[in-house]
């Protein structure tokens, strides 16, 4: 459903993504993890067709996202990074006209808008003007509308960053629910238990490469140990740890049986910790 092959993208004088290559079928959540500036938008924007790559190809539904461009946009519905819905409409007449831009009839479009604006928890306020709702409420309007259109293949870049406890897992849900109906989603975050949550596959990138492509449960087991002994501004030597992650005066200590020391927060591994050793150990933080 999704393919690249040594897909590049050069900016100027540097490459924001180079030598990528995997694929994903039909029906699979795709987490595209990486640090500030890793290459996840960019990569989004060429397999939406938004951005030519510079070298590779690219293929989604079955389309060269070059050749066949015009095509791939029929099947494929997106949340850009920081896209925002139009602000003086209502979210009812918002994911309506949606929609219709998308062949619709009126009558379908009506429906189906009733059905998501109710599952988004957006029924109440459909027809306040956007502009009078709060950020999270503006990014689940959007996120509703690319839901509603039944999209083959769905982009999320980024789209529960801001959002609440209680929206995030609106959006899980719907992410949950379009791979249920077949659908192929692909998702970027900087949240670990987001792609842990949801994802089948996960496309590590950072400094425009790709670094690791597997499902969660395999990147977290790559951690050594079974637990993390966390302690801030101490010395942790004698855990007899198999690997330690440093974040300022935080350490985090890789270990086989959880110990007790004080001050410290004992806590199983996880995702968060493969992202920790690995990118943390290599990666650069532009931006940050
Ligand atoms: N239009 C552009 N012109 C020049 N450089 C760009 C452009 N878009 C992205 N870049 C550069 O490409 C690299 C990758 O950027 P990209 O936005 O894809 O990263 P990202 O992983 O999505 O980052 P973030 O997590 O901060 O959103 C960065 O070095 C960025 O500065």
């Known amino acids: 459903m999704i393919l690249c092959e040594n897909l590049g993208k ?11 290559t995997f694929e994903v079928g039909r029906g699979v959540v795709l987490a595209v993890l990486g ?35 015009e095509k791939l946009r029929r099947v494929i519905a997106a949340v850009p990074q920081e896209a925002r819905p139009i602000d003086f ?3 009812h007449e918002f ?40 950020g999270g409420m503006k990014r689940r309007t959007l996120v509703a509308a690319v839901f509603a259109a039944e999209a083959e293949v769905v982009f999320l870049d980024e789209p529960t960053t801001g959002l609440d406890v209680y929206s995030r897992r609106v959006v899980w849900n719907a992410v949950v629910e379009l791979k249920r109906r077949g659908a192929t989603v692909v998702l970027t975050t900087h949240y670990a238990e987001e792609a842990a949550a949801l994802a089948d596959w996960v496309l590590v990138l950072n400094g425009g490469r790709v670094v690791d ?9 790559s951690v050594p140990g079974k637990y993390v002994v966390e302690i801030y501004g101490r010395d942790g030597t004698k855990l007899n740890s198999l690997a330690v992650a440093e974040v300022g005066d935080r350490r985090l200590y890789y270990v086989e049986t959880p110990a007790y020391v004080e001050g410290a927060v004992v806590r199983p591994k996880s995702l968060e910790d493969y992202i920790l050793l690995k990118i943390g150990a290599v990666g650069g933080h532009e931006g940050d």
């Open 35 to 69: 640090p500030n500036g890793a290459g996840k938008t960019t990569l989004v924007r060429i397999l939406t067709t938004e951005l030519a790559p510079t070298e590779g190809r690219a293929q989604v539904a079955g389309f060269d996202v070059v050749r066949e461009a």
């Open 213 to 221: 492509f597997a499902p969660p449960a395999k990147l977290v087991e």
């Open 95 to 134: 994911v309506v006209s949606y929609l219709l831009l998308r062949g619709y009839s009126l009558k379908e479009a009506k429906r189906r808008g009733a059905e998501v604006l109710k599952q988004f928890g957006l029924w109440d306020v459909r027809n306040r003007e956007i502009d009078t709702l709060s």
């Open 89 to 91: 409409l209502t979210p």
């Open 10 to 20: 050069r900016f100027g004088s540097s490459w924001a993504l180079r030598g990528v």
